[in-house]
């Protein structure tokens, strides 16, 4: 382990591999500390690791291979904010702080963070107008040093220059004609509720980042999900019911979030024990 490249293992007094710890190297890691996280679960022995599924937010930790470009082309691509990058929001640690890790949020906490900040605005009687891949980002540690209140790991929306003050909230609020924004709907649709909105371009937003993330795999309860939260639009000139509202979405991703973790720490239990059969190589 003179490189430093994972896998890194806890090693027992018989020199086997303790596949169900996590490696005291990764748990004292300065970054690690820092945010306060405890890696508890392994999901590629030796290399990546997540944190409780009991506690939110769930984060995996990938310990990167500074033989391959993964950091660098990770670093490259997250600075873009273009609507055709789809990099999963995630943390690069500093350099200075020791081994690289890549954080990086689950994607159904991923989906319930936006969702709530959503929600969050909804309840102030404002629209962001412009949701999509490019102004949705997470806290990186670079930001978190030049501005305090920034949470590491938090999704962050950005660009409200469309952004809406309404007179009314949301199930009352009648269509207007939307501004410019990434996304378009279907259909040459160009009057929407814009609470209604807000969460079609979540859905979409979703979607993109799934298919970039799992490629042809992508998990089929959340496809589901985006596919509700999408909806299918008619075209309505007063008060759009064609999708849950934001605060409804967030009340069914909750129970959605718990039936994943269910499913995938089922999926972790079956990796771990085949793990212990056939040590990793
Ligand atoms: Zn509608």
Not at 52 to 79: C, G, H, N, V
Not at 94 to 112: K, N, R, V
Not at 201 to 225: E, G, H, V
Not at 269 to 276: M, P
Request: one cysteine or more; a negative charge; glycine letters at 6%.
């Amino acid at each position: 382990m003179t490189s430093g490249n994972p896998p890194w293992y806890e090693i027992d007094e018989n020199g086997q591999i303790m596949v169900l710890e996590v490696p005291s190297r990764l748990k004292s890691h300065p970054e690690v500390i820092r945010r306060g996280l405890e890696p508890t679960d392994p999901w590629k022995v030796g290399v990546v690791y997540s944190t409780s599924m009991l506690k939110e937010p769930l984060y995996y930790i990938k310990i990167l291979d500074t033989d391959t470009e993964e950091a660098a082309i990770f670093q490259q691509l997250s600075r873009q904010v273009d609507t055709r990058n789809h990099t999963i929001p995630g943390e690069l640690t500093p350099p200075e702080t020791g081994h690289p890790l890549l954080i990086t949020p689950a994607m159904s906490d991923f989906s319930a963070l936006l969702i709530e900040g959503i929600e969050y605005m909804h309840d102030l009687r404002i629209t962001h107008m412009d949701i999509c891949p490019g102004n949705v980002l997470v806290a990186d540690p670079q930001i978190d040093r030049r501005y305090s209140g920034v949470e590491p790991g938090k999704v962050y929306l950005i660009d409200f220059g469309s952004s809406l003050q309404l007179p009314l909230g949301p199930g009352s609020q009648h269509a207007i004609t939307l501004p410019p924004s990434q996304f378009r709907p279907e259909n040459g649709i160009t009057c929407f509720d814009p609470y209604s909105w807000d969460v079609y371009c979540a859905a979409l937003t979703m979607q993109q980042t799934l298919k970039t993330c799992y490629r042809n795999d992508p998990p089929r309860i959340a496809c589901l999900y985006a596919d509700w939260l999408k909806g299918k639009e008619r075209g309505c000139k007063a008060v759009c019911h064609c999708r849950p509202t934001a605060r409804r979405a967030r009340q069914v991703l909750t129970g959605v979030l718990w039936l994943v973790r269910a499913w995938e720490q089922v999926k972790n239990v079956l990796y771990i024990l085949k793990s212990s059969l056939s040590p990793p190589s």
